[in-house]
């Protein structure tokens, strides 16, 4: 159906161009926290503004520059995505926050510098006028619920800093509040020690590394040993209503529990605070967003409440993928919900192991890491914005910074080089060398849970299977929204299809079957889906154009060219004038609602 003949002609010709050419939360902080005192705004001087950029580079920055997004631009829907991530707020009240958290006869702010930015949140390093630095951070619309996700870190960072005593920088002063003085919700925090892990990682030799892998295990296995009762997130008691944390079982189960008793009474579990569960008009429905006592009422909960959104707000609309006059239904993604809600039950495993709530990092990488360059010490942990508490079973995974997406060999052994190494070209060395160095860093990590922490380890080792398992979940919330339907259906086809290794009981059938044309019309949308990617990845793979049309400002102009040229190669592969209209609807860069 897609002709690629010519593609990879002119993208050689367009790289040679390019090289040349909802309860209110409490809103005072804890009692052990400082009160804030204000100063008048006259005495206050203005401070200097810097952006930074991601290569560590200062440049100046306006006020406006504090507010808007500026690491990236978007090639589709750019209005859209820069105003998720617009947040004005006073700056003069947040410096006063700031001087009055931090005391030691601090009087004022001499240097803002908005550090490099995510996707969700501004963080800026204030320098005070005693020479003291901390940091601000605010959380952007799209981050989430912000009175929880605020409320929820700051507990959950008290909790890891003084009861689990991991390396997690204190939490200075924070409100939940958006009408408070600095007119956003904030954390005021200290500064972690060291600097960030991905500064010099690629610099350092392999024993390095390792130190690095070893010790984020045993921060890891540290974790493990906190078994708590129900999943959800973490909060202060006194943030949240009575009947946003149902049911008081105690924080942690287990009569080995690590803490004495009293310890915890401050904690208590809440509802989850992922922006999916709470984005546009979910944010004013009653769905279940925990906290749940079963990882079967967690699934369950996630298909009711998909359910509850599509009966109310999805309306009927053109799949381009399937027909451009027949419009995919929203009564089919409900008959795909029953379904999966007819599978769930019988995906989650039942070993203790990975049914055990814990705490985990949401993402770990090697920004929110930092370390003394010195020591090869781990010196901080930082960013744990919308950590949860979950069965391990759906924490688990081989941290982003360690993890080799290339082939893994399989069993305990020591990468090696080929034996065919000394015939390759340079070039075809030095990315074997590559490669192996993150295959290495990634089996170690394995080796090291498997050695240092056997309770992660009982569910990291079946990891192929567990993410067959629990992706179907993932997909469940803003399935309709993501159109990502398709990828429903394949999972749940996969399902079907792997019953007899998903399930050994030959007595138990599978919950969940297609008829032959469902399976057909999914094959059509599946030939579609693959050839527009095959064709994207052509693209993508030559770096002309970006996965998400997300691209570095001074890249702009170049790839907003790209993106026109091959949009007319696109749809030049068409065979027919019914193909180009089809072609020009997939064209994934363009506005869409």
Known sequence: MFNSSNVNADIEDMRWKNNHGIALLRTNPPARLPRMRFFSPLSQPHPQLFLEKPDGAEVPATEHDMFAYRRHRWLFNEDKELALRYRQFDIQNLIKVAVDAVGDHARSCTKILKCAEGLHNKAFLLTLDTGQEV?????????????????????????????????????????????????????????????????????????????????????????????????????????????????????????????????????????????????????????????????????????????????????????????????????????????????????????????????????LHLDNVFVDPATCEVTGIVDWQGARIAPLFYQSCIPRMFRHDGPIREGWIIPSRPDNFDTLTQEEQRQVDRDLEKETVHKYYEAMVCKHSPHHWEVLKDMRSIQRKRSLTSLVTRVWENSDLFFLRQSLITIEALWDKIQPDETVEAPVSFTREELDLHMKEDENICGVGTMLKLFRDEGVLPEDGMVDPEDYDTAKANSRKFKDIFIGAAKNEQDRELFSKLWPYQDRE
């Open 135 to 363: 940091f601000a951070k605010l959380p952007n619309p799209n981050a989430g619920p912000s009175r929880y996700l605020t409320a929820s870190e700051v507990a959950t960072r008290e909790f890891l800093r003084d009861i689990a005593d991991l390396p997690v920088p204190r939490v200075l002063a924070w409100s939940a509040d958006p009408a408070n003085p600095v007119g956003a919700e904030y954390i005021i925090e200290q500064k972690a020690n060291g600097i960030r892990l991905g500064r010099v990682w690629h610099e350092w030799p392999r024993e390095s590394k390792l130190h690095i892998i070893e010790q984020i295990v045993k921060l890891e296995n540290t974790l493990t040993s906190f078994n708590f009762s129900k999943h959800g997130c973490l909060y202060f008691r006194a943030d949240l209503p009575d009947s946003f944390h149902g049911e008081d079982r105690g924080l942690l189960l287990g009569p080995d529990s690590p803490v004495g008793p009293g310890v915890l009474d401050r904690y208590v579990i809440g509802p989850l605070t992922e922006a999916e569960l709470w984005s546009a008009e979910r944010e004013n429905m009653e769905l279940d967003r925990g906290p749940w006592q079963r990882a079967e009422d967690y699934a369950r909960a996630m298909g009711e409440n998909e359910i509850a959104w599509i009966k109310r707000h999805a309306s009927p609309r053109i799949n381009a993928y399937i027909s451009l006059n027949d419009p995919e239904l929203p009564g089919q993604a409900l008959d795909l919900l029953s379904k999966y809600l007819d599978a769930a039950p019988y995906l989650i495993p039942h070993d203790q192991a990975s049914r055990a709530n814990i705490l985990w990092h949401p993402d």
